[in-house]
């Protein structure tokens, strides 16, 4: 089976920067993808690692260690409107992709 | 392009009733699945089909039918609900099973069974 381990919340100010971690387990691996969710609406993709190493997309950055199962979400410059769920998700070997419980991240003026 | 739709917005059924969530994409994707959301419990996968005709069990496929005979369309039908099937629903797609880190979600479908 698969197992994804972030954390539940993290809270911080506007402008601060906020990593959210992603720990895995799982019995294929592909690439480990990130998706954001505001309140009452759909998941939406923010960015996908299959190799190690930063990917970096405007204020947002992922980073995946294969060798240590582990990737986080680096986000930058922190706007209110990054209030949102936050979702690392692991694609296996049977064209599945399976999904972290979330991180609920709360910016504060 | 409208990108996924999904309909009902929000339903609610009584227990033992059967009804069809609908989903459809004008994307022209292969890859289409459907998640279950429940609170403090991420997204988990319901079935998914990689092509017309195609269509496989995910995580939690109990109590669920699905059939993909069109491309466009990929229909999510529960046999006889069960409080335990209240929960927000996604259908999403993706060009293909190459591109299946990033799907495309629909607006979901809140469902109440009493």
């Known amino acids: 089976g698969q197992s994804l381990e972030q954390p539940s919340e993290v809270t911080a100010v506007e402008g601060a920067i906020v990593q959210i971690n992603c720990t895995y387990q799982t019995s294929g691996f592909y690439g480990l993808s990130w998706y954001q969710q505001h309140d009452g609406g759909a998941p939406t993709f923010l960015s996908y690692n299959a190799l190690d190493g930063l990917e970096e997309t405007g204020r947002f950055s992922s980073f995946l260690s294969r060798s240590d199962s582990y990737g986080y979400l680096l986000l930058q410059e922190l706007q209110m409107k990054d209030s949102a769920s936050y979702f690392c998700?692991?694609?296996?070997?049977?064209?599945?992709?399976?999904f972290g419980a979330g991180t609920t991240v709360t910016v504060r003026a | 392009n409208a990108g996924v739709t999904q309909t009902p917005k929000f339903q609610v059924l009584k227990t033992g009733q059967s009804m069809t969530l609908q989903c459809a994409q004008d994307m022209n994707h292969e890859y289409m699945s459907w998640y279950r959301q429940d609170p403090g419990m991420g997204l988990r996968l319901i079935h998914y089909s990689v092509g017309a005709g195609i269509t496989d069990q995910g995580e939690v496929p109990n109590g669920y039918n699905v059939s993909r005979s069109t491309t466009e369309d990929f229909p999510l039908r529960l046999l006889s609900a069960a409080p335990s099937q209240t929960s927000v629903y996604f259908c999403?797609?993706?060009?293909?099973?190459?591109?299946?880190?990033?799907?495309?979600f629909g607006p979901g479908t809140r469902l109440t069974v009493t």
């Open positions: 999403a797609s993706s060009p293909g099973t190459g591109d299946l880190y990033e799907q495309y």
């Open positions: 998700a692991v694609r296996d070997t049977d064209y599945k992709l399976s």
